[in-house]
């Protein structure tokens, strides 16, 4: 079968640092703790697991050794908690994360209501909540009227949204009427140009895998934007969730990948596809 990468895909320099972290790390020290999966991919959550690395959920499951923060950051009570504990922080949280929760923060003492565009369930949004404290998360016009009724917003969105989608509900803010808005650009380039890259290549193919972790938001916004453009996109995990229809009647594949995607998966998923013989 014929075979098209996305010439921009794969792991992100956010999540490239935070792997290297907590292989240096593991290698450093005896009992090593992820609070929450270190990035959204099982792969490499596995094959850290097996080299030392402990996923827990709570800071409550810790109570000795060295805790890595994943690069969707944490909130900082959950930093302060971690400190009363006598515990050793590795803070491995993505610049551009640091950059929203440092602006929320910031928008919040300057007398706005901050606003986050993002999914609420997302590490990354419920970690800037926690930097900015009142903050009103919204992820769709659905969510609207979440919104005060008046007074001046400070609207950021989450690193691994889409500029169509940002530009979207910015538009649908500005007709509430608020008197003041200040929106603070914090999309993440890498993600952009995975996204651009992406929809380039799955208009001219006949199937697109998008490759990475199912709870990878950046990995589920490249599938939905494929999605508008190409009808036969699969989000999938890697080669074995690949099904016969997937590929039935289809000459050329495009294969993208969440920033959180590593290399292994995505020449994995090539190679056996380029071996598909249809
Ligand atoms: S996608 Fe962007 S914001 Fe997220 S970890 Fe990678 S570089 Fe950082």
New binding site residues.
């Given amino acids: 079968m014929e075979v098209l990468v996305a010439e921009k895909c794969g792991?992100?320099?956010?999540?490239r640092?935070?792997i290297s972290m907590a292989e240096q790390t593991l290698a450093k020290e005896p009992m090593v703790y992820s609070l929450g999966p270190i990035?959204h991919n099982r792969d490499v959550v596995l094959r850290l697991a097996r080299a030392g690395l402990r996923t827990v959920e709570s800071v409550d499951e810790i109570d000795s050794g060295t805790v890595l923060i994943r690069?969707?950051g944490a909130a900082p009570a959950e930093i302060a908690r971690l400190r009363e504990k006598g515990l050793t922080i590795v803070d491995a949280t993505?610049?551009?994360?640091k950059r929203v929760q440092h602006i929320a923060e910031e928008l919040q003492q300057q007398g706005y209501k901050v606003v986050i565009i993002g999914d609420e369930n997302h590490p990354?949004v419920k970690a800037v909540v926690g930097c900015a404290g009142d903050v009103v998360v919204v992820a769709g016009v659905q969510d609207l009227g979440r919104l005060p009724k008046a007074g001046k917003l400070g609207i950021v969105c989450q690193?691994?949204d889409s500029p169509e989608h940002f530009g979207e509900m910015l538009a649908a803010i500005v007709k509430r009427g608020f008197d003041e808005l200040r929106v603070i650009n914090t999309l993440?380039?890498?993600?952009m140009r995975?996204q651009e890259s992406a929809v380039e290549l799955c208009k001219k193919v006949d199937v697109m895998f998008v490759l990475g972790g199912l709870e990878s938001a950046?990995t589920r916004k490249l599938a939905v934007l494929c999605g508008h453009f190409n009808p036969h996109t699969h989000h999938l995990e890697n080669w074995a969730g690949v099904e016969p229809h997937m590929l039935a009647g289809k000459g050329i594949a495009g294969v993208t990948a969440?920033?959180?995607t590593p290399d292994w998966i995505i020449e994995d998923f090539v190679q056996h596809l380029r071996d598909f013989a249809g």
């Fill in positions: 792991f992100c320099h956010g999540v640092n935070a990035i690069s969707h993505c610049v551009l994360v990354e690193t691994t993440c380039r890498e993600a995975r950046n969440g920033a959180s």
